[in-house]
């Protein structure tokens, strides 16, 4: 009795919510009457026999751009810029219940069409036939729900994989002096427009506004941890130090060492960063080390090849996003990136012109922190010694 009670309650308050809805459209579109019959019919279909849910948008199957995601058959990269095993692996990563009509899929899409074309809300609402105002929802929904799910494709490697991931630079060096390398770093320059305040802080030595993105790679391009924000203008070693992994020396654990190029500093302490010899060099066997360094820590370049041609559209021009946003969309190619190598979606790196290089680091006398220039001597001297190494796959 009290279940039937609750029921037709229910369905009472469900009835008077689309009597509500129904004078809301009756008031507001000053329309013929003949014209608001689709929405009436649409709220008609949605409170017979009671359902306790209302339909609020179709997904209508004909628009063109959806065809390549609903013809399975047919390869989406070129419109969306991931394989479809990569799109389902991110459908997987992300999904979580909806409270409106707009189905997780299509969410994806859109945000990933309006990322890979770098189009505006309104070209992307066209392509859609969707609201504008329902796709700067999505894609800054979107770009949040990436940002709390970083971590599930973002992260450093565990304590069991940390051997692999030194072989895998060990590889790329040709040496095993480089098998305790467990990660590439390096920064990167996105292009923003000029800033309405602060404008210096973003002009960088290059002389183009931008923001600093911070990254770590393991030896197959995978991206372990990202660090974006700082303006242009800010130095490599300043990022740096104010970065999560250096403050709490997060990575990597004693034993390991980071490889990166001279923007930054020689340390041991509080994490372990080597670095090439600086010009002019001493001697063919600093040159000789200086070589096999390159050639591992080059992993890193390639990384940030392989998502700038990915999501060339976006990078090869300023972003057409406010400044708070700017590191949400670096984010999300950052984590879209790592989604994408983990289904074997590889991209072809993009060529582009070598930046200027940032000027040299030094240490700072501030800081608790102890060089690493004795670490790098003994590796040279291993690297010089004869070697038999062999590369394991």
């Known amino acids: 009795m009290l279940e039937s009670c609750q029921t037709k309650m229910s369905r009472t308050g469900i009835i008077s919510l689309g009597m509500i809805i129904l004078r809301m459209l009756l008031r507001s579109r000053k329309r013929h009457r003949g014209e608001l019959l689709p929405d009436i019919n649409i709220l008609a279909v949605a409170l017979q026999g009671g359902q306790e849910r209302i339909q609020y948008a179709r997904l209508n199957c004909r628009v063109p751009v959806l065809r390549s995601y609903m013809d399975v058959e047919r390869d989406m990269k070129p419109v969306f810029r991931l394989t479809r095993q990569a799109f389902h692996g991110l459908v997987e990563m992300l999904d979580q219940e909806k409270d409106h009509g707009w ?16 189009t505006s809300y309104r070209v992307t609402a066209q392509a859609f036939e969707v609201p504008k105002t329902t796709v700067c929802r999505v894609v800054h929904r979107t770009a949040k729900a990436i940002r709390r799910n970083k971590s599930k494709a973002i992260f450093f490697p565990s304590a069991d994989t940390l051997h692999e991931v030194g072989q895998g630079f060990g590889n790329l060096a040709q040496h095993e002096a ?54 242009g203008s800010v130095h490599d070693t300043c990022i740096f130090k104010n970065s999560p992994v250096y403050v709490d020396a997060l990575y990597p654990p004693p034993g390991y ?14 994490v372990t960063v080597i670095t090439p010899y600086g010009h002019p060099l001493q001697g063919r066997i600093q040159e000789k080390f200086n070589s096999r360094h390159s050639r591992a820590h080059s992993i890193i370049e390639r990384s940030f090849g392989m998502m700038k041609a990915r999501w060339h559209a976006t990078f090869i021009k300023a972003l057409e996003v406010r400044l708070h946003f700017c590191s949400e969309v670096v ?3 950052a984590f879209l990136h790592n989604i994408c190598l983990r289904h074997g979606d590889v991209m072809d790196e993009l060529e582009e012109l070598p930046e200027e290089p940032a ?26 010694a004869p070697s038999t190494y062999r590369p394991h796959y």
């Open 103 to 118: 189905g997780h899929h299509l969410e994806l899409l859109i945000f990933l069409f309006w990322l890979a074309h770098a």
């Open 178 to 231: 480089f098998n305790k390398a467990v990660g590439a770093m390096d920064g990167y320059h996105i292009r923003i427009k000029p800033p309405k305040h602060n404008e210096l802080d973003y002009l960088n030595y290059n002389q183009f506004h931008s923001i600093q993105c911070q990254a770590i790679c393991d030896s197959n391009g995978s991206f372990l941890d990202i660090f974006v924000g700082y303006g």
């Open 257 to 270: 060492f980071l490889l990166a190029d001279d923007g930054y500093p020689c340390l041991e302490l509080p």
């Open 331 to 333: 984010l999300a190619c």
């Open 359 to 384: 000027p040299p680091a030094e240490l700072d006398e501030g800081v608790q922190e102890q060089s690493g220039v004795h670490i790098r001597d003994r590796l040279c001297a291993l690297v010089s």
